[in-house]
């Protein structure tokens, strides 16, 4: 939490003028007692009413006061408190933008997204509560006691006990729930699993008809929950009665003793009347303070929560100078690579492979053989554990982030879009690319067809993750987002899995037309993509088990052959 | 504000107590106690201030009248503190249990509804009705109803209490305070506004941070960092003065109550001295007293607390109630009409399928299939190919009566669909989906979803023939591995593997393949579809599949297209056509000629 406070610097002079404003209103609000203890005495029981009318119109102007200075307390705390997170959240933000993607993996997007919108909530919701009361509660609390003390000095002590005896109460509670809390937390969760999953599984549990035991096994999660929720609540439920129970037998000694200390001349009627106060405000502090407190609590875990990602250094540097490049160097070559992810067995074990400009490589292998770890390479969205990738003889870990990037067009697995239009989303390949340029583009992805359909062309809507298309539209249009760009090295990876064969034929087909010496990588789980390339990379296991052209490898690589035949069948490549 | 709160119909209300009819008891013992504590705790003031008049000056002090007010007061404390803790874990039992009846409600609804409703609902809007709506109904409407209940206990008696000691200085307190009121009112208003702006702006916020994060790789890919930081920036900056605005307003209220709040105490402690000094403002023939007074401040000084807590409980309560309406909206969801009292219960069907002019469509504006005849004789093999989208989907949903026909009949061995139990019906078909489906359990529980009965032996024979016995060795616990709903480490070959083995088990009499095999490779996939051929002899199946090698040795091969069977026949007939199908087989094999 600490190294956050960092974004609060700007704000360093509302930080301090919210609480001391707020203090200076506590310390009116503890003269009241004190005012209507002399009214009385010096009032009332003098018989002037003149006097008595003077202490009443301090108290209007004090609370006058009160309000002035409140209100400029409550803008100097938001303005402290929105300001310090709205940094913070920019901060995250464009944090989060330097980390490598294996940091991304391990962390998680769902958990990154928490981070950037409730626990900034709380974050800001806590901070701003905490500048208003934090001062405030213990001031008021410490210093009815010390007034108590001013009045009378065995009164003084029998403030002090009670505070110490409620504190110890209110951080016991809170000591026994904050855990239980926790547990009920993770119950929630599991009951919310169990939501999701019955509702994603909708066929699958009424195909088996499970729907009784589906509905048993949700009862007793959420019975279970109950009764997390009751046990917590009976321990939380005590600690108003005990409060008020204190309190109040505290009250009842402060009349005893008060009466025998004014039976003996040391103690004035008023002034059991301003003790008797003294007492009601720190009940009523006491209350709003262990509130304040568990928000404390909250916010400063979500605090920690932002704080260790901001802490997270990226795993990944970058020169600043572009390294120098070689013409006649292969465009992307493999010198011994193996790729490891966070411990686990190597994804990728001593690859090499050399491709020249120009040439299309097919990359075939069964389920986690490693093709998409091998093609994540080349842009270095990882890097490798041992060995070099090396694109135009340089080796890729020498390049300005940026550089390296532009010269390569990606068309991920996952086919999203972004809000905006369509055009807006193919620029993403280009700022500066032009109408023709973009219509190339569309026209070689296989999505005419789709601008066409909508009324607006180019400039059609998309939709947040580009929602209002279909997942073989969006594919092809993130296909022409990477065509947009012209890139040295264009890397499908299993990117026209929706597409049916057709498409994906005249698609292949159009990509190869395409002018200029661009090296395409083609991941795919079909044979039939990738029988045209130049080269195909065979993996197995993470190993490059073969590589040649289709013709060799039919005849040398018994893997190439069983995948080629499970999807042909043994007949048809004689024909 | 007076409007919008009329929104929340009656029926919902009604419901609502319907909810906590079975607490009635608890929820009734722990109204009580919230008499007990309010009343209580309103007669404190008054004894201290008896017992603060009997100890005016020195030597006159009467410590005989003492000692039993500051008993009572200890009394009246125990007694109080006593009932308040009961009510506070009688209503959140009463709160805890209402939630957990209405989840257990819902959640069997989901279970009951067709799947049309899972289909067309967005699932985390579901998941949020049943646990964030469920919890703020409760919370609110049981929480905001004892505050509620209290505030007006408290506010009434603190009236009354004053009244009794001095009905004009009362007047004066009663008169005041609508000051308070009014002014929370006006604030209340204002920011209501600014938080709305507030919440619309971090809305569009929680968009952009959501699509960026989700597909950061991609952001990264194309390098759009800085393009994406800077309309965050924007974002944020309006963002940041929206939430300001609204935070400020909102703070607003306490120190404006609190004003108006020490005017009343100001008020009463002037009116009070007038009363005892001069005689001023005294009622009848009591004096009033220091004592009086003080409790009198006391009341003043709590009489605004409620006002303004009741006006808090009705946005909370109005919350509560959107909630509750969300909810049972849920609950009132229509459920599948249910089985027919003389539904014909399936037993061991041959296996004979036909559709008689069937017709269906997802939206009634848009006819999707029509005129769909077909007959399948028992032990058929049946492929149906096509072009994504073209209906082949939708038949298997018509077939497991997941939808019904809107028109003509799908009948089994027969009978027509809608007159047998779903049941017995979904019983007899076996399904492998390529959206593959764990649930949260070990994988030997998820193998046996079909037959918890099932043995270990058993279990492990399934699994081998769907080629998962090695790969499931190698995993940590073995067959007793936990694997989550999002199938943890396993990748998604191997979770099609599961769902196959979890068919395996169940040896259906019919069976459905929908792209069954996609995600695992071809080489794995030969060996299951050996196993799979083994299982099919003699069984009538249903498989719907891209890859045009694993349907070619069906008996009849569908070839549909937009909702219609344009083709039908076994592969070398169509293939001899020269059609659709030809056209498809040409985009994957014709490759080789070139």
Same mark, same amino acid.
């Given at each position: 939490m600490k190294k956050l406070l960092v974004y609060l610097k700007p704000y360093a002079k509302e930080s301090a003028a919210g609480p001391l404003l707020k203090l200076t209103e506590a310390a009116m609000d503890l003269a009241v007692p004190v005012i209507v203890g002399r009214l009385i005495d010096d009032g009332i029981a003098a018989g002037n009413m003149r006097y008595a009318a003077g202490m009443a119109g301090v108290l209007v102007a004090l609370a006058a006061a009160g309000l002035t200075i409140a209100i400029l307390a409550q803008f100097f705390a938001a303005k402290a408190a929105v300001g310090f997170v709205t940094g913070v959240r920019r901060a995250l933000f464009a944090h989060l933008g330097t980390l490598s993607y294996s940091d991304v993996d391990r962390l998680g997007a769902a958990s990154l997204i928490t981070r950037m919108t409730s626990d900034m909530a709380q974050l800001q919701n806590g901070t701003n509560l905490t500048l208003r009361l934090l001062l405030r509660s213990p001031f008021v609390v410490l210093g009815s006691t010390v007034m108590a003390f001013v009045i009378d000095l065995r009164a003084g002590l029998l403030f002090l006990a009670a505070v110490a005896v409620l504190a110890c109460v209110v951080f016991g509670v809170m000591l026994r729930t904050v855990p239980m809390y926790r547990g009920v937390q993770e119950q929630l969760d599991d009951v919310t699993d169990h939501v999701g999953q019955t509702l994603t599984g909708a066929r699958v549990v009424r195909a088996f008809c499970r729907e009784e035991s589906e509905r048993n096994a949700f009862a007793g999660r959420a019975d279970r929950l109950n009764r997390l929720q009751k046990a917590v609540g009976r321990v939380s439920a005590l600690l108003n009665p005990v409060t008020f129970l204190l309190i109040n037998l505290a009250v009842v000694w402060l009349i005893h003793t008060g009466a025998v200390r004014v039976e003996a001349g040391s103690l004035s009627q008023g002034q059991v009347v301003a003790l008797y106060n003294y007492m009601a405000q720190i009940l009523v502090e006491l209350i709003k303070g262990a509130d304040l407190f568990i928000l404390l609590t909250k916010a400063i875990a979500c605090g920690n929560r932002i704080e260790a990602v901001m802490e997270l250094r990226s795993s990944m540097t970058f020169p600043a100078e572009a390294p120098a490049e070689d013409p006649d160097a292969p465009a992307v070559s493999f010198e011994d690579v193996t790729l490891a992810y966070n411990d686990a067995d190597p994804a990728l074990t001593r690859v090499s492979f050399a491709v020249r400009r120009g040439q299309t490589v097919g990359v075939v292998g069964s389920t986690g053989s490693g093709k998409t770890s091998l093609v994540n390479l080349i842009p270095r969205f990882y890097d490798a554990t041992g060995g070099v990738v090396r694109v135009n003889g340089a080796d890729v870990r020498d390049y300005p982030e940026k550089t390296l990037r532009d010269k390569i067009g990606v068309v991920p697995q996952k086919a999203v879009l972004f809000r905006g239009t369509i055009r807006e989303n193919l620029l993403w390949g280009s700022e500066d690319a032009t109408r023709e340029e973009l219509e190339q583009a569309v026209h070689a992805a296989q999505c005419d067809d789709v601008i066409a359909a909508k009324p607006e062309g180019l400039d059609a809507p998309v939709e947040q993750a580009g929602r209002n298309f279909s997942g073989g539209q969006r594919q092809r249009l993130t296909i022409a987002r990477a065509l947009v760009r012209r890139p040295e090295i264009l890397i499908l990876?299993? !990117?026209? !899995?929706?597409?049916d064969m057709a498409t994906d034929l005249r698609l292949r087909q159009a990509i190869a037309s395409l002018p200029g010496d661009m090296t395409v990588f083609i991941v795919s789980q079909r044979a039939s993509s990738v029988m045209q390339a130049d080269v195909i990379l065979v993996l197995e296991d993470g190993v490059l088990a073969a590589c040649g052209d289709h013709e060799t490898l039919l005849k040398t690589s018994e893997i190439y052959r069983e995948i080629y035949e499970s999807q042909f069948g043994e007949a048809v490549h004689h024909g | 504000m007076a409007e919008s %709160?009329? %929104? =929340?119909?009656r029926g919902t209300v009604r419901r609502v107590l319907a909810c906590v009819r079975p607490y009635r008891a608890r929820l009734g013992l722990s109204v009580l106690m919230a008499a007990v504590f309010s009343v209580g705790e309103l007669t404190l003031p008054i004894m201290a201030g008896r017992a603060i008049d009997l100890i005016v000056a020195p030597g006159s002090v009467d410590f005989a009248a003492l000692a039993p007010i500051l008993t009572r007061i200890a009394v009246v404390t125990a007694v109080c503190a006593a009932a308040q803790w009961v009510m506070n874990a009688l209503g959140n039992a009463v709160t805890f249990g209402v939630v957990r009846d209405v989840r257990k409600q819902a959640f069997d609804r989901i279970l009951r509804v067709p799947v049309k409703y899972v289909d067309a609902h967005p699932h985390g809007d579901v998941v949020s009705r049943i646990v964030t709506d469920a919890d703020q109904f409760a919370d609110g409407l049981l929480l905001g109803f004892n505050k509620c209940f209290c505030g007006v206990i408290s506010i009434v008696g603190t009236l009354v209490f004053m009244l009794v000691i001095n009905w004009k200085i009362a007047l004066v307190v009663a008169l005041l305070t609508p000051l308070s009121l009014f002014a929370a009112r006006t604030i209340s208003r204002r920011s209501y506004r600014a938080f709305q702006a507030q919440s619309t702006l971090r809305g569009e916020q929680t968009g952009l941070i959501d699509e960026t994060l989700e597909n950061i790789k991609t952001v990264k890919a194309f390098s759009r960092e800085a393009a994406r930081l800077a309309a965050f920036d924007d974002l944020n900056g309006r963002l940041s003065k929206a939430s300001l605005r609204a935070t400020f307003l909102s703070s607003l209220t306490n120190p404006t109550t609190r004003f108006v709040n020490s005017v009343v105490y100001a008020a009463v402690a002037l009116c009070g001295s007038a009363a005892i000094v001069s005689g001023h403002f005294a009622v009848g023939g009591a004096a009033f007293t220091v004592g009086a007074l003080s409790g009198f401040l006391a009341y003043a000084n709590r009489y605004t607390k409620p006002f303004n807590e009741i006006s808090g409980v009705f946005a909370e309560l109005q919350n509560a109630l959107a909630c509750a309406a969300r909810l049972f909206e849920l609950l009132d969801a229509a459920e599948e009409t249910p089985d027919g009292a003389d539904a014909r219960v399936l037993t061991d069907p041959a296996g004979g399928v036909s559709f008689r002019d069937a017709a269906f469509s997802y939206d009634p504006a848009r006819p999707f299939i029509r005129d769909l005849s077909l007959d399948v004789k028992p032990g058929q093999r049946v492929a149906i190919v096509g072009p994504t989208g073209c209906g082949k989907t939708t038949l298997i949903n018509l077939l497991m009566r997941f939808y019904d026909v809107t028109g003509g009949s799908v009948a089994v061995d027969g009978t027509d669909v809608r007159d047998i139990t779903r049941g017995s019906l979904r019983r007899s078909f076996g399904m492998v989906l390529q959206e593959t489906w764990l649930m949260h359990g070990t994988v030997a529980e998820n193998i046996a979803y079909a037959r918890p009965d099932a043995s270990r032996e058993e279990i492990v024979a399934a699994a081998k023939k769907a080629h998962a016995h090695s790969f499931i060795r190698r995993l940590p616990d073995g067959y007793d591995t936990v694997v989550g =709903?999002? *199938? *943890?480490?396993?990748s998604q070959g191997q979770r099609q593997q599961l769902c196959a083995a979890r068919l395996f088990l169940a040896q259906p009499r019919m069976l459905i393949l929908d792209e069954a095999t996609s995600s695992i490779d071809t080489r794995t996939e030969q060996q299951i579809q050996a196993a799979f051929t083994r299982l099919m002899e003699g069984r009538t199946a249903f498989i719907v599949a891209h890859r045009l090698s694993t349907i070619r040795h069906a008996d009849v091969i569908l070839v549909m297209r937009d909702g219609q069977i344009v083709e039908t026949g076994d592969h070398e007939t169509l293939l001899a056509r020269g059609g659709f199908y030809a056209e498809l087989h040409q985009a994957q094999f014709g490759a080789v000629s070139t």
């Open positions: 990876d299993d !990117s026209a !899995s929706a597409l | %709160k009329a %929104k =929340a119909p =709903a999002d *199938g *943890g480490s396993l």
